[in-house]
């Protein structure tokens, strides 16, 4: 079964520091995609960073990084200088292809808190 | 650029009764997938529609039905409602079938069951 796990419900970190937000996943498949998104307050799924498993290189995208481990099956999202607009709720998903189709599959997410 | 638009933005509905939501995707978008996301958990799947077609379906009773429309648009259909349908429901928009980079979210619609 395909399946993601985010262990951290809730950090929170200082202004201006970084932090990573893990997420570990499960799949039998050798070709998946990781993606993280934000949620604000407002229910918009923003899209964030996304891996592909056969890219050789972790993911970056301005101040977001992520660490993939393949071995590990872990893909943590590292915020690097956090801004107070960071705070937010963060999904790690996997799309996940069966039946002949794809779906991204979620994790239960991680409430940042960003404190001045 | 528009992005993916849905429409309502907020709904109460009795126990019991129907309701239809409905999303844009972004221009030249072919594929439209629908989440559900309870309160305090992650989204979960429900459809994904691609080229008017009914393409995946996640564990979801029957009182959920979906329709994709010539323009690809689409409307998200639940019956009977219970209490637990409360929750906020996403419709995510794709390029290609595969999505294998961009999967657009809309604001959702936050449905309340009262």
Redesign the interface.
Known sequence: AQKITQTQPGMFVQEKEAVTLDCTYDTSDPSYGLFWYKQPSSGEMIFLIYQGSYDQQNATEGRYSLNFQKARKSANLVISASQLGDSAMYFCAMRGFSGGYNKLIFGAGTRLAVHP | DAGVTQSPTHLIKTRGQQVTLRCSPISGHKSV?W?QQVL??????IF?Y?EKEE??R?NFPDRFSARQFPNYSSELNVNALLLGDSA?Y?C?SSLH????????????T?LTVV
Request: hydrophobic residues 20%; without cysteine.
């Open positions: 997938s989440y305090g958990q992650g989204p979960q799947f994904q691609y393409r995946g996640g906020l996403l995510a079938r595969e999505a294998n980079y961009g999967y657009t979210f809309g604001s959702g936050r």
